[in-house]
């Protein structure tokens, strides 16, 4: 991993740091680290070519999180700055407010609340079984990342969603590809989406109507029913639109998961003595997974956010139109924040990280991760005694460029 560079301005753009530093999620890259330290507000070059301004540490990153003067949506529209590939649509990045303005937004977090009906623990505690013992059935050294991570969130999603589970490898590899920076053609990227969102059209339109299969037919139902114009009343989406959104729920829904039990696990396993209490008391597993949320390193590229108008952020003067990366993932390692945040620590009270973002940008799906996770852990630790590691951690694999940070393998033995 190359040194970090001094933050350059636009005449030495030249020499301006690559950001992503790294997509391994096996640490922390330590030139958000020294970035964090050094110059909290830097100067980036993306992988879109254009220019960023990347912000690591935690207050900051809140700061923007909160403040109307960084917008989301504004990204959503043409011409506007990118870190990666173009953003196809609007409500591709957009797709919460999308689903308000239709009057959609309440379903959607009905299913993802704190309750989540079409998740019930004793079946994902079956399913999270059920895949370690195909893990079982094929030997050691197992994989984790496939028999655990992959497993339990595409059951998730799909059963929430509503789609037939048989599919789950082809709909993977879709997602998959749609969120790998730097690798695929823009052209090659918008075909495969578009395979994904004729995919979920298809489904749409094959549902029976007042019959939903889940969250996505239920959607479709209650859109059917909304004016697609006129005065009053939430207007409804197009079927492109509704489309578009059934399909980020399921890409960013199990891309994020997968990604997140994979690497929790990793860090997880190097922790033999959190893995015996947990056994001991599995009451304890929601501040294990809190504690594994703060640390684990999940975020290939950042958050992003445009610049709505001049101001001031750490120091360093932004102009409308910039744009702006947040590192979470550095942010919930900032010791300014969080004691000894290297140190891995269920105890740790409070424990305020932004995993899932911040105020009114807090992350829809965080009740999901957080209550599956918590079932899905204690099901693999209970099932497992000696669970342990069958690679040095940094022989662990990962795959190149993802945004969504995700291990190649996990080979565990037992």
């Known amino acids: 991993m190359s040194a970090p560079q001094a933050p350059a301005t636009t005449e030495d753009a030249g020499s301006l740091p690559r950001y992503p530093f790294s997509t391994d999620g096996d640490r922390l890259a330590p030139e958000l680290d020294e970035l964090r330290s050094r110059c909290p507000v830097a100067r980036v070059r993306t992988n879109a070519g254009g220019e960023a301004w990347l912000v690591t540490g935690y207050e900051l ?8 003067a960084f917008a989301r949506s504004v990204l959503g529209e043409a011409d506007s700055p990118t870190q990666d ?17 239709a009057g959609l937004r309440d379903e959607v977090l009905a299913a993802l609340g704190r309750n989540q009906p079409e998740l019930p623990a004793d079946w994902v505690a079956e399913v999270t079984r059920e895949g370690l ?8 050294p197992g994989d984790l990342q496939r028999h655990f991570a992959e497993w339990v969130a595409a059951q998730c999603l799909c059963r929430l969603l509503g789609l037939p589970f048989e599919d789950r490898a082809w709909l993977a590899e879709r997602a998959d590809k749609d969120l790998t920076m730097a690798t695929y053609s823009d052209e090659e990227l918008a075909v495969n989406w578009e395979e994904i969102r004729a995919y979920m059209a ?6 029976t109507p007042g019959r939903p299969r889940g969250l996505a037919d239920r959607l479709a139902d209650l859109n059917a029913d909304r004016p697609s114009e006129g005065p009053a009343g939430p207007k409804g989406l197009s079927d492109e639109q509704l489309s578009n959104i059934v399909s980020v729920l399921f890409v960013s829904g199990y891309e994020d998961f997968a990604g997140f039990l994979g690497v929790a696990a ?20 929601p501040r294990h997974v809190e504690e594994l949320l703060r640390c684990s390193v999940v975020l290939g590229n950042a958050i992003p956010r445009f610049v709505t108008e001049d101001t001031s952020l750490g120091g360093e003067r932004v102009k409308a139109g910039e744009l702006i990366l947040l590192s979470l993932d550095a942010a919930n390692y900032d010791p300014g924040t969080f004691a000894d945040p290297e140190r891995f620590e269920p105890a740790r009270s409070p424990n305020p990280h932004l995993r899932f973002g911040h105020g ?8 999901l ?7 899905a852990f204690r099901v ?11 690679v040095p951690v940094d022989e662990v694999p990962w795959h190149p460029n993802r945004m969504a940070i995700m291990a190649a393998a996990i080979p565990v033995t037992w």
Do not use: K, W, Y
């Not at 009114?360 to 009740?367: E, K, L, V």
């Open 85 to 101: 590939a173009p953003i196809l649509a609007p409500e591709l990045l957009d797709a919460m407010n999308h689903l308000q303005q």
């Open 266 to 285: 990793v860090n997880l396993l190097q922790h033999p003595e959190a893995m015996a209490e947990l056994r001991e008391s599995p009451e304890a597993t």
């Open 61 to 68: 990153a809140r700061d923007v999180l909160r403040d109307r």
């Open 133 to 140: 013992e195909r893990m079982v059935a094929e030997g050691v």
């Open 202 to 207: 298809a489904f749409l339109a094959a549902r």
């Open 380 to 390: 693999l630790l209970q099932r497992f005694p000696g669970l342990r590691l069958a």
């Open 369 to 375: 991760v957080r209550r599956q996770s918590d079932t």
């Open 360 to 367: 009114r940008h807090h992350c829809p799906g965080a009740h």
